[in-house]
């Protein structure tokens, strides 16, 4: 019996990771930003960034700057857009000089990820800075 429990804690640890591996780059989006960025209230530098998905029910994403070595983790709500992305990109909502990642979109799945709004970029459009969307395609 103990050795049963032993067994299931065992393959309980795995499972996360299984499920990990078979999610792969199918779900994730590799980009070349010419800016840095902000998530949350953390600023990404400029350069590659690798964003994917690090739960199984896609409701947190992973953003990873390759060669900072700058890693976090984002809140993203999975939406369900009526076209199949036609390219996998980084959509950015730009104040001024600031960017604020917004959306992340998967070439051939119908889910677009949606980042909440930030309190610095609720705050910038509380002041009515004008602002536009800029969208770095994938370089995958």
Do not use: W
């Amino acid at each position: 019996m103990n050795y049963g429990k032993q067994v299931l804690a065992v393959l309980l640890l795995f499972v996360p990771l299984v499920a990990s591996a078979q999610l792969g780059s199918a779900n994730g989006v590799q980009a070349q930003v010419p800016f840095q960025f902000m998530v949350g209230d953390r600023v990404v530098p400029a350069g590659e960034c690798i964003v994917q998905e690090a739960t199984m029910a896609a409701e947190t994403i992973m953003i990873r700057s390759k060669y900072s070595k700058v890693s976090l983790f984002a809140a993203a709500a999975p939406i369900e857009s009526v076209q199949e992305g036609a390219r996998s990109a980084l959509v950015f909502h730009k104040y001024g000089d600031r960017y604020f990642l917004s959306q992340v979109r998967v070439e051939g799945s119908n889910t677009v990820y949606q980042l909440p709004e930030s309190k610095a970029e609720a705050e910038l459009r509380g002041q009515n800075v004008p602002s536009t969307e800029e969208t770095v395609p994938s370089t995958l």
